[in-house]
């Protein structure tokens, strides 16, 4: 489904992700792990074709993102850090909008469906998204993920500022997306949430997937202590 | 597709502040400006109809006054006597050439109020009747009238650098550029979507505006003519909001952020509507100076003063010029004030002719200059455009004037031979005395000399769109774009 060969990006002669090779098939929840500036944003921004490879490719159910943007685009729903939506339109009407952007025209009470299934209550779909919490705007984020109904999720520390209860549900939630078979390839920093969420978690250091490893054989403090260790050298 | 995203962007216009305060101004000045105008063409006409009015009065009493002196009722005055072709050329039965206001002119005021929209042509010399003007306060003809024209040149570009220096780079700002740009839609559909939905809102708002303005104003579009003149008004002005919006496009997509959009776009809209059309007069009046106009008073002096000496070698070379006019008139004759009147006349003219061609045609070098340097500005083009199409501009005044230099030439011929042949004028050949006729350019005259800027503003637009566009069509973070690269 998601696909890396040999993925590299430079920026003026720095390395910001080297000859990656990664393979995520539907089903499977890729975490990867590493400090800030170790590559998981640019790996993310390679396969949404917002930055061009230096060399190698990055291919979504076997199109080169490169080569076939908007098609690639239609199977990959993305969920950012910062959700930021529009201020002066109401969650239902973001949702609304992006559905449309994406291709989909959702009745009023699907798209009530979509943000129910993010968690976020009816009341706060009809306010203007100025009065959401940071929360609220990653459900709304989420919401618009699955509207999308695409085969591959990329996400970008997505629980990053939530509270505990917010960042669970987030989880039973992907973890109930890959159950349908969607891909999922999530940049995080939550080594806890990635043992809990991921089928496998990588760690990138410098640009590189120095370490995978299988999540049901890991413990929690094996996962600690490997990525401390990488991060040591 | 293309519909949707300009029916979100409309409900995010409509629910901020800033498009209305905008609007709310737009439409202040558009109305003010609709309504300086009508004033000012209310004005004209009012002078214009007590123009016709007085001379109309005045020809009417003459030619009664003559019918009495012809019946022997009343003795004719020694110094006002109608029937005395020189003193009725010259100063009694004088007529205006009028340059009327179009029925469109409440769009454009332009240089009417500098330029005389009347002028009373006499057997006078053709610098005496331009000298005549009405006294106007000198402030207002400085500062100019406050018109559309100025309002869509000037302003509606700030209007249209306020709606979109930030149409991508606000949403990189804001945020929702990354969660856009993830979705399966070409950006550039985007960026078209929100330039087209800008431009057809503000184009909307100026087209209503000023359409109610002039029918408050009482304008009807009576002809065809009018008619196509006011749409290719209209295609001007969209050309040229298509040129800023381009503009805005372009920049915003090539800048880093919509403080620094803002400033390349101020500075742009600075240097094409302020600093090219001031550099072009500027360089247009060094390059071609005029003659001091001093200089071409002090010369017609001169020449007066000569002339008064040499009375009577020029009716004899006037002769010489006019044989047409010789009559079996005998040598006392030539004592004959009324005819040395025009002979003294034509030569002060023979001699101040090379000053006064020198000045007319580098007048017209200037002109013909500035033509070909208008398209260093679309500021000028636009409002050189506006203008013509109305019939307010440079190319309407200079056929104003061409057409009183043919009425004065007729005018002289009429009274000079009547003179000459020592006819006196009756009341019957009263209403045979020249009268003005102006004709307004012809519709294609006008649509022919707008063509070419209409082309410019659309070409630069298209250049600029499809530069832009295919900017947009780039892989929106490659140069950082405001999002963190981990």
């Known amino acids: ?166 960042s669970n549900e987030f989880s039973e939630l992907l973890k109930k997306l890959s159950a349908s078979g969607v891909a999922v390839l999530m940049a995080t920093h939550d080594l806890f949430r990635a043992k809990e969420t991921g089928t496998r978690v990588g760690i990138m250091k410098h640009g590189q997937l120095v370490a995978a490893h299988e999540t049901k054989d890991l413990g929690h403090q094996d996962l600690e202590r490997i990525y401390l260790e990488h991060m040591r050298d | 597709m293309f519909g949707r995203i300009l029916k979100h962007e409309w409900v995010v216009l409509r629910r901020e502040t800033t498009p209305w305060v905008l609007t709310a101004l737009l439409a202040a000045l558009v109305g003010y400006a609709l309504f300086s105008a009508a004033r000012w063409v209310a004005f004209q006409e009012s002078a214009i109809d007590a123009v016709f009015e007085e001379e109309s009065g005045r020809l009417e009493r003459l030619r009664t006054e003559l019918q009495e002196i012809e019946a022997g009722s009343r003795q004719p005055s020694r110094n006002a006597d109608p029937g005395n072709p020189e003193a009725a050329g010259s100063r009694l039965a004088i007529r205006s050439a009028v340059h009327p206001p ?108 000023s359409l109610t303005g002039m029918a408050l104003a009482g304008v009807e579009i009576a002809t065809p003519d009018s008619a196509v003149r006011l749409l290719l008004w209209f295609a001007v002005v969209s050309a040229y909001g298509l040129f800023w919006f381009a503009l805005a496009a372009l920049v915003d997509l090539r800048s880093r952020s919509s403080a620094a959009s803002a400033v390349v776009l101020s500075g742009a809209w600075l240097l094409l509507t302020v600093v090219v059309p001031s550099s072009v007069q500027l360089a247009v009046s060094a390059y071609y100076p005029v003659p001091s106009r001093v200089e071409m008073i002090q010369a017609t002096r001169r020449a007066s003063a000569a002339a008064a000496t040499a009375s009577s070698q020029l009716l004899a070379r006037y002769y010489e010029d006019h044989p047409e006019l010789v009559s079996d008139i005998g040598e006392a004759d030539l004592e004959d004030f009324t005819m040395l009147a025009f002979a003294r006349r034509e030569d002060i003219e023979r001699q101040v002719r090379p000053m006064v061609d020198e000045y007319e ?64 004028l009756t009341a019957d050949a009263y209403s045979g ?10 519709l294609v005259e006008s649509a022919g000399a707008v063509a070419p800027g209409l082309g410019m503003l659309i070409g630069l637009a298209a250049l600029m769109g499809i530069f832009g566009l295919r900017g947009a069509g780039r892989r929106p973070f490659e140069q950082g774009g405001g999002e963190e690269v981990g």
Request: with cysteine; glycine share 8%.
């Open chain 2, 102 to 209: 179009s029925p469109l002119a409440v769009l454009a005021v332009g240089q009417s109020d500098l330029y005389p929209y009347y002028l009373k042509v006499s057997t006078g010399s053709r610098e005496t009747i331009l000298a005549a003007t009405e006294i106007e306060n000198p402030d207002r003809l400085l500062t100019g009238r406050f018109d559309l024209a100025f309002v869509i040149v000037y302003l509606y570009p700030l209007f249209v650098i306020a709606l979109g220096y930030n149409l991508i780079s606000g949403e990189r700002e804001n945020g929702t550029f990354s969660l856009v740009a993830s979705q399966p839609v070409p950006l550039r559909r985007v960026v078209a979507a929100k330039v087209a939905l800008r431009l057809l809102l503000s184009l909307g708002l100026i087209l209503a505006l």
């Open chain 2, 361 to 424: 045609s580098q007048l017209g070098r200037q002109q013909t200059l500035v033509d070909r340097l208008r398209f260093l500005s679309p500021a000028i083009v636009t409002q050189a455009a506006l203008e013509d199409l109305v019939g307010r501009g440079h190319r309407s005044h200079r056929r104003f004037l061409a057409a009183v230099d043919g009425f004065h030439r007729q005018w002289r011929g009429f009274f000079a031979e009547r003179t000459f042949r020592k006819e006196r």
């Open chain 1, 1 to 166: 489904m998601l696909k890396a060969k040999g993925l590299t990006k430079r920026y003026n002669g720095t390395v910001a992700l080297d000859s990656l090779d990664l393979e995520i098939g539907p089903g499977e929840v890729f975490c990867l792990l590493g400090a800030n500036g170790a590559g998981k944003t640019t790996t993310i921004n390679l396969f949404l074709n917002f930055v061009e490879p230096t060399s190698g490719t990055a291919t979504i159910n076997g199109l080169d993102v490169t080569q076939h943007p908007i098609e690639t685009k239609k199977s990959v729903a993305y969920i950012p850090e910062q959700v930021m939506l529009y201020r002066n339109l109401t969650g239902i009407e973001n949702l609304e909008y992006f559905s449309a952007l994406a291709g989909h025209t959702y009745p009023s009470l699907a798209l009530l469906g979509f943000l129910d299934q993010a968690g976020l209550d009816q009341d706060a779909a009809a306010r203007r998204m100025a009065v959401y919490s940071k929360g609220m705007r990653q459900k709304v984020g989420i919401a618009i993920a699955i509207a999308k109904k695409a085969g591959a999720l990329l996400l970008d520390e997505p629980t990053s500022g939530l509270d505990p209860k917010a």
């Open chain 2, 433 to 442: 005395i020249p009268r003005f006729a102006f004709a307004a350019e012809p």
